[in-house]
Antibody
Framework: EVQLVASGGGVVQPGGSLRLSCAAS????????LHWVRQVPGKGLEWVALMSWDTDTTYYADFVEGRFIISRDYRGNSLYLQMNSLRREDTALYFC???????????????WGKGTPVTVSS | SYELTQPPSVSVSPGQTANITCSGD??????ASWYQQRPGQSPVLVIY???TRPSGIPERFSGSNSGNTATLTISGTQAIDEADYHC?????????FGGGTSLTVL
């Protein structure tokens, strides 16, 4: 069974940092681009970042403004999101998700994990 | 930046057809995808590349995309289809989502 399990969320003060992790299983990790997508409860989905299957390509949403870094670890089949200089407006549920195309980028997302909540508050 | 616009809510009677629209500049030149999200759950892909259903998605779900509008159609809508629906496209190296539409079956 294809699974993505995100963790690492929590409460952090404005200006603080947090590192999210996503453990992948049930598919060949090296063959798929992975994404982070977030959602404020009751609101729409907002894409955050992606890293390609071969790590050659990373893209970020404009609002990231250099504060977040996406990375992946092939030995551990894990995806990460290092979030620095957090703002109150970064408060959301963060989902790890898999790109739908084998060795593709963008197009669509076919697998979503359960989200991990991030709250930025003093 | 590219934007996708969806109506906040759509209502439909059981057994009838629901149409949920998603508008964006020349959206028909891109692929549109649709996700269903029930309360408290993660999104589920129901349509990709405009009109393709993933394995396990009922045939009553279909999609189209032309001009500036993509449409998700649910034929013979059932109570279990009540959920939020999000459209999505890929533009200029970014994944773009619409604001989501809440489908009420009543």
């Amino acid at each position: 069974e294809v699974q993505l399990v995100a963790s690492g969320g929590g409460v952090v003060q404005p200006g603080g940092s947090l590192r999210l992790s996503c453990a992948a299983s049930g598919f060949t990790f090296n063959d798929y681009t992975l994404h982070w997508v977030r959602q404020v409860p009751g609101k729409g989905l907002e894409w955050v970042a992606l890293m390609s299957w071969d790590t050659d390509t990373t893209y970020y949403a404009d609002f990231v403004e250099g504060r977040f870094i996406i990375s992946r670890d092939y030995r551990g089949n894990s995806l990460y999101l290092q979030m620095n200089s957090l703002r109150r407006e970064d408060t959301a549920l963060y989902f790890c998700a898999r790109d739908g195309r084998l060795r593709g980028i963008g197009d669509y997302i076919d697998v979503w994990g359960k989200g991990t909540p991030v709250t930025v508050s003093s | 930046s590219y934007e996708l616009t969806q109506p906040p809510s759509v209502s439909v009677s059981p057994g009838q057809t629901a149409n949920i629209t998603c508008s964006g500049d020349n959206l028909g030149d891109k692929y549109a995808s649709w996700y269903q999200q029930r309360p408290g759950q993660s999104p589920v892909l129901v349509i990709y590349q405009d009109n393709t259903r993933p394995s396990g998605i009922p045939e009553r779900f279909s999609g189209s995309n032309s001009g500036n509008t993509a449409t998700l159609t649910i034929s013979g809508t059932q109570a279990i289809d009540e959920a939020d629906y999000h459209c999505q496209a890929w533009d200029s190296s970014t994944v773009v989502f619409g604001g989501g539409t809440s489908l009420t079956v009543l």
